[in-house]
């Protein structure tokens, strides 16, 4: 309920929905149990669901597309090629420049919270994954520290 107001749905907007995010999230009973007791992927899953029950102006996802299970990736894929079609702006925030090339038009890439290059998706994509070659079990580049 506080995720859909946040959102800027109604009570009512929020519980017509219900239904939609609760089977889009597919955690099934532990819908029911507190938030702490879901693993990471079963939050990410929810807070997605919650964050695209409406089609908003502007929509952020960071990194949500990097957990779950190839079912809930290709889901939360058609979802935001579902936003984007109703005119809505998605900001994706990922390490991965296959997914930044398959889902964006334009690419930023930041390093150390400077923009390294600004440019067509598939540029920037190629500059970082050149940079950045993909390897089995590679983290992630570090990311700058807060504060």
């Known amino acids: ?3 859909g107001q946040a959102l800027g749905l109604s009570r009512r907007e929020v519980r017509e929905r219900y ?10 009973d532990f819908i029911n149990l507190p938030m702490s007791s879901y693993s990471s992927g079963m939050a990410a899953r929810l807070r997605f669901a ?9 929509l952020v996802v960071d990194e949500a597309l990097s957990t779950g299970d190839a079912e809930f990736k290709a ?17 994706v925030v990922s390490h991965s420049a296959r997914q930044i090339q398959n889902m964006c038009s334009r690419g930023l ?3 150390g919270g ?4 600004d440019g067509a998706a598939p540029d920037v994509a190629a500059a ?12 992630p580049p570090p990311r700058p520290r807060q504060g």
Request: no cysteine; charged share 25%; net charge negative.
């Open 128 to 139: 970082y994954a050149q940079k950045y070659p993909a390897r089995p079990n590679r983290p």
């Open 114 to 117: 400077n923009l390294v290059m």
């Open 50 to 58: 919650i964050s695209t029950a409406a089609v908003p102006d502007i």
């Open 19 to 28: 239904d939609e995010i609760v089977e889009f999230a597919d955690i099934g």
């Open 1 to 3: 309920m506080i995720g």
């Open 75 to 91: 889901k939360a894929a058609e979802r935001i090629d579902q936003i984007r079609a109703a005119a809505g702006t998605i900001f």
């Open 109 to 111: 890439w930041l390093e």
